[in-house]
């Protein structure tokens, strides 16, 4: 018969009063060999695991062991520190001899627990499995059954229009975030349940969900990025009734900032956890928060009271009153970690219920290298058929086209992640980058609202799990928006200027109408300031605005109309302007009117006072006026100077007649792979804007002639684009270059007018701001699509300097204190190199930033490490410690069969091996008859040599291209003579010039840093030899990785 003992009620407490073992305790207070005793009157088992857990949870536990008596006790970690002494029962009176007495006992049984001691943190949805084991807690009388569940975060359905809607998982369970269920996948049979760990069901990912993102559709659908991580929930029972208790547990990343001039330092905001509780019926009474880092090891437990389980839900780590976490315990290189919920009834609860509840699918994305990737390929042109004139590559059906270069992207991609010298490693971001103008089609472009077909197409691949290390930047898309009327069935472009005119609507809410006096006066709410150019639309008619005034409320205005609007509180509607004119001023030369209207903020006027090359116009009734100047006054006025001296002006509603034009959109898409929104930091995609147009970015007359097209009346900008032959080019709404629409100049407040979070900074905080500095994952990018890198576009943000475009001068650094500096510079290009541009990443020791150029035009890339290093853009081999000349000799490579030179490495795909070849280093030179009057070219038959004079000898200059006698230098300009521009295999001669002279280079050399040399490749992209598409076809390089410089802030 076991042991009887008296009511714990009646039993004499054992505090615990400072940190000591489990066996000192029983020692010091007489209870020596007695752990049995103990633990039966306390916590009802005999199993160490189970008092172990009654010492953590009640006592107060610093450091269980698997003899309990050797476990470390400290009454500041438990919520009761104490035991009940177990004393034997004893008769309140003496018990009669020869009586029948009945003694009424109840046996103490331990509290049903269950946790998870073993789950796969990341693997491969259907090809993978996610792996889980747990163990089991007390007795069978209290729960018998074990449920399995896997459930979602921030489950979604999309709209039509893509975004996301908040949806459960099950479409007849309300509130229900199951992916997957399997009801009692384990039920006891014995007394106890074993006490070695038991294995769940295995899950390849794959979910059962009837609607949403992830409803199950045709041979299965499995996990994606969207929803993660994924928890796993163990449900151990005895009541069906509890068989809906679940614990929705918050996900949890610790992150670190940067700090200016030190290392980064944990982010303590992120170091907490927070839970939900539902379906328990009020059982779950205590438990445990466990913390596993990357490796499963238990670096954190605590416990957790009713009060913190059930009222507070949340733990702070730096912060809990009873337990915190060491603070230098926490490690980077330890990430990710991964709590374990574990929650239960309590010894008096007959219907036991315990949950235990872990993450799967977790990364850590935090990296300490880069591991650059380029599919260099060469987008192009080739001569028009019939000529003359120049075409772009492509199919002339943009949704083709789009199709074609993602599969070739996508191949690509496949290509490179195939390669065995890329690192699998976590911590090492694989950063992988196209040339630009990549996207561009038959029309020199796609409508820009296609080019969001370009990421969603991308997507399919990019999101796959495989990739959820990689970082991508897709070169550029062009797209492109014409600026004039467009056909109301069609949409096409009908050759009719744009003109902003009329009234646009604003709807408000009308909360209370003044009707007492002869005007009626309307409090609204209004999403941003009315004036007296509005109008509000009544019952039968719209009414001026007399007055408008504020009120102490935000977005509140009153609204004194003119006259009885009818109108009663609810939704009603306002009439805008879209231009209006406030004010005429006849006194000066030519008429100058204060117009309110914020479309003349897209008005360019060159700096130098010129008048622009295509001016807009402002119309009021029949009379009309080219506008040559443009001052903005503030709250959406501004004074326009006319061209010329017109009557016809007077107050009154406006029209605003925009020149027909283009607006180009260069657009460089970053992509995060297999981007978790929920446990990565930072933006998951971003869109850049280039912010030059340069003259060979378009086919047009000034293709090659940068002076006209960088006129500062925007006379130049003529292109081909869209099937027009002469169509001005404006450059992307809020660019700087000439002829930019709403300037947004670094370190001013003028604001995008279609993307508010480009205001004067290059810091891209949306993604879709076009601001070049790009955070992903705690990696700080600095972006510089081609020219934008020549005109030192990041350097003048960060730095500041003098302005490369009118009005020209010095401009002030428009980053501010806590701005995150580029750890790595990034510029895909078509006829731009590294050396070309100031860089804007840490130089020289300890941890040197990092640059990457993939440039179309070259069909090559360079990386290198911003150490300080003197080098050259065209040998990039070629190092040096101080600033000098480039010493290596200029080379091409040339296949025979293609009769051409090649600009990418390696072998012609279609001719096999190509051969080296040297420019010769002699000069040009023409060799004339030396008999006077005779202009023979040599040998002369006319005049052979000798014996007549000996022949003359002409150069030709490299700087104005005038043919001069032999002998440098050019007596019109003193410029060098130009160079022999034949080329000869190396080891062999030119055919003019003997013996063999190589051109050396002789390029200055720049301070950009050491080159990284390629570890992988070239791996030819089949599908991208494709002369339809591309000028040349593709390969993809993997060069090593590299260590990330230490995050910094401005």
Known sequence: MPPVFALRSDSNKIDVTHPQTLGELLDTNGLSGRLNDVALYNWGTLVPVEINRALVELVGCARPETDPLASLLDPALGPKPFIHKP?????????????????????RFPAPAVSIRKLTR??????????????LEGVASSADKVDFEVHAHGYHSLSPQGGQVACDTDATEAGSTHLLRRRKCYEVADRRPPAVAQKLPDWKGESEATQGVLKREGTGTFIHHGCAPYDVLVRYYKDDRDNAAKILLAPFAPRWKPVKGADPELDEDTLSVSW????DHGKLKRGQLVVWDKDDNVVFFAPLDEQQLRTRKRYEFLKDARKTWDKAAIRRDQLPYRVQLQAHSDEDEPLGLALAVMPTQVRAFDYAQVQFIAFNVKPGTKPRVPGPGIDYLGDADPDVDIQKRCDVMKDAIRLAAADGHVRPEENVLKLFMAPEFYFRGKDGGYPVEKLWDVTRQLRQETDKPEYADWLFVFGSAIGYLPHEELDAVTGAPTGTPLTHGGEGQVHAVLLDADTTGVDDVLTVTLSRPPD????????????????????????????????KSGLAPGPVVLS?????????????????????????????IPSSGAAPAAPWKLRTGPEEDDIKG??????????????????????GSAELVEPKSTEIFNVVMVQKGWPAPLLSQGLKGAAVYKEYVSAIDFVGPNSHNANAWFDATGLGRRIEVHGATDRLALPTEGSTDVPAASPNRVGLGATWLNRPNRVGSEINLSGDGGGSVVTVDGVTLGLEVCLDHAMNRLDLFYHGGNSPVPPFGPQAPGAVAGDPRVQVQLIPSFGMSI?????????GAPRPGLVFNVDGQRCASVARVTDGAYSCDDHPAMHATVPGLCTHDKELRWCVGCNKTRSAPGDC????PTEARHLCGYAWQRWQCGVGGCTNTMPCLVHPYPPAPPPLGFNWCLKCSKEFPMGPPCPTCGGPPAPCPESYKVGTTCSKHAPALPQRCNAPLVSMGQSIATVGGPTQVNSSHDPAFFDEGGHVLVYPAQVLPRPDVF
Not at 123 to 134: H, K, N, Q, V
Not at 276 to 279: A, R, T, V, Y
């Open 835 to 843: 050396g070309r541009g100031k860089l804007c990443t840490w130089k």
């Open 532 to 563: 007296t150019t509005w109008k509000v639309r009544g019952v039968g008619k719209n009414h001026a605005l007399k007055g408008v005034a504020t009120t102490l409320t935000p977005d509140e205005y009153q609204l004194t109309v003119d006259g």
């Open 576 to 604: 805008e302007p879209v231009a209006w004119i406030d004010t005429v001023d006849q006194t000066g030369a030519c008429t100058e009117v204060v117009v309110n209207s914020r479309v003349c903020s897209r008005i360019f």
């Open 122 to 135: 990341w693997f491969l949805p259907s090809s993978g499995t996610c792996e889980a084991e747990y163990v």
């Open 909 to 912: 795909p279609t001719h096999g």
């Open 276 to 279: 939900e509780l539902q379906g």
């Open 87 to 107: 004393e034997p029962w004893k008769p309140a009176a003496p018990l009669a001899l020869d009586t029948e007495h009945t003694v009424q006992v109840r046996r």
């Open 630 to 651: 443009c001052v903005p006054l503030g709250a959406g006025r501004y004074r326009l100077t006319l061209a010329n001296k017109k009557a016809g002006f007077a107050s």
